[in-house]
């Protein structure tokens, strides 16, 4: 009896957890969501996780409220979420960095463990810009051309070393055979400031901000490290097309504490692919020259555990050296 009586005990606790848990998860969420963005607002990332937080916020009936951590090329936010409650409650809209970071610094927390994937939003390709100071780099012929013949005295700027903006152009140039300068800067704004002003000559960036400077004549759009033009831009050709074949994006994707339940991992997951699918986000994302992802937490997992392994054959190929 003694037994049996045991036996029922440990069956009806386990049916109390599960029906718990279930009955968690119908009800998620009940008060407000907090969106991390690890970036300073009003740049591409900011910009779509407010795209995206608002649609959850509808879908949910709860505010989603957008949080600024910047800092540490986002391991502030990041390192925020990852050791946050694993409730759902609090969201982390990641970028490509996080799967860089790992391999150049100690970090503060372990990616495997301690952060769960849930769901690509978004990718962008990286555009190659010049200043619209020097009339003799008005192609990327001429970009070329001249750094060929001028080995190292073209300067290109990014957000700072190491950055996924740096590597980029690093991979650029071996791919077109050229040799540039590198100026590091704190952040992207002040160096697209400083191509604007013609004190640097080159930079990759974004169809975000970049565009309204293509249109004014400031700042030239040379070619896109894409497969295929932007919509937005269709008279920018691509590397390819412009004989160096050589892709690279941006990207974003929800994440949320490592140990948070499958059943809030899945409710978030579905909601922002339901939010993806919404013709007005679609629509905003593709007019910012954002492409759409979407897809499971299996997926996105699988898709940043690629990234990851990519970086450490990028970063030996380059001779860096990683942690």
Same mark, same amino acid.
């Given at each position: 009896?003694?037994?049996?009586?045991?036996?029922?005990?440990?069956?009806?606790?386990?049916?109390?957890?599960?029906?718990?848990?279930?009955?968690?998860?119908?009800?998620?969420?009940?008060?407000?969501?907090?969106?991390?963005?690890?970036?300073?607002?009003?740049?591409?990332?900011?910009?779509?996780?407010?795209?995206?937080?608002?649609?959850?916020?509808?879908?949910?009936?709860?505010?989603?409220?957008?949080?600024?951590?910047?800092?540490?090329?986002?391991?502030?936010?990041?390192?925020?979420? #990852?050791?946050?409650?694993?409730?759902?409650?609090?969201?982390?809209?990641?970028?490509?960095?996080?799967?860089?970071?790992?391999?150049?610094?100690?970090?503060?927390?372990?990616?495997?463990?301690?952060?769960?994937?849930? /769901?690509?939003?978004?990718?962008?390709?990286?555009?190659?810009?010049?200043?619209?100071?020097?009339?003799?780099?008005?192609?990327?012929?001429?970009?070329?051309?001249?750094?060929?013949?001028?080995?190292?005295?073209?300067?290109?700027?990014?957000?700072?070393?190491?950055?996924?903006?740096?590597?980029?152009?690093?991979?650029?140039?071996?791919?077109?055979?050229?040799?540039?300068?590198?100026?590091?800067?704190?952040? #992207?704004?002040?160096?697209? /400031?400083?191509?604007?002003?013609?004190?640097?000559?080159?930079?990759?960036?974004?169809?975000?901000?970049?565009?309204?400077?293509?249109?004014?004549?400031?700042?030239?759009?040379? #070619?896109?490290?894409?497969?295929?033009?932007?919509?937005?831009?269709?008279?920018?050709?691509?590397?390819?097309?412009?004989?160096?074949?050589?892709?690279?994006?941006?990207?974003?994707?929800?994440?949320?504490?490592?140990?948070?339940?499958?059943?809030?991992?899945?409710?978030?997951?579905?909601?922002?692919?339901? #939010?993806?699918?919404?013709?007005?986000?679609?629509?905003?994302?593709?007019?910012?020259?954002?492409?759409?992802?979407?897809?499971?937490?299996?997926?996105?997992?699988?898709?940043?555990?690629?990234?990851?392994?990519?970086?450490?054959?990028?970063?030996?190929?380059?001779?860096?050296?990683?942690?």
């Amino acid at each position: 009896m003694n037994g049996w009586m045991r036996r029922f005990g440990t069956f009806a606790v386990a049916m109390f957890a599960l029906v718990a848990a279930t009955a968690a998860s119908a009800a998620f969420p009940d008060r407000p969501v907090k969106l991390v963005v690890p970036f300073a607002p009003g740049a591409t990332t900011d910009i779509l996780a407010r795209m995206l937080a608002e649609r959850l916020s509808a879908q949910w009936g709860q505010p989603v409220v957008v949080e600024n951590k910047a800092g540490a090329g986002s391991l502030l936010g990041a390192d925020f979420v #990852a050791k946050s409650p694993a409730d759902g409650y609090t969201i982390l809209f990641g970028s490509e960095s996080l799967s860089l970071l790992p391999h150049l610094q100690d970090m503060p927390f372990d990616w495997r463990t301690d952060l769960k994937m849930v /769901s690509q939003v978004g990718s962008l390709p990286i555009l190659l810009l010049t200043t619209g100071k020097r009339p003799d780099l008005s192609t990327f012929a001429d970009l070329v051309a001249f750094a060929k013949a001028n080995k190292g005295k073209l300067n290109y700027g990014t957000p700072g070393a190491a950055t996924v903006h740096h590597l980029t152009m690093e991979m650029f140039s071996r791919a077109a055979g050229i040799q540039m300068t590198h100026v590091p800067y704190k952040g #992207a704004g002040p160096a697209l /400031s400083d191509l604007i002003a013609g004190h640097i000559e080159v930079m990759p960036g974004a169809e975000p901000s970049a565009k309204s400077h293509i249109n004014a004549g400031t700042v030239k759009a040379l #070619a896109v490290f894409a497969p295929q033009r932007l919509p937005g831009l269709p008279n920018v050709q691509t590397s390819r097309e412009a004989g160096v074949p050589f892709e690279m994006s941006f990207w974003w994707g929800v994440m949320v504490p490592g140990r948070t339940p499958p059943e809030i991992v899945n409710a978030i997951s579905a909601a922002t692919m339901s #939010a993806i699918r919404d013709p007005d986000m679609r629509r905003k994302m593709s007019e910012a020259g954002v492409t759409p992802v979407g897809g499971t937490a299996d997926e996105f997992e699988a898709f940043f555990r690629g990234q990851f392994d990519g970086w450490a054959g990028v970063l030996q190929g380059l001779g860096l050296k990683a942690k």
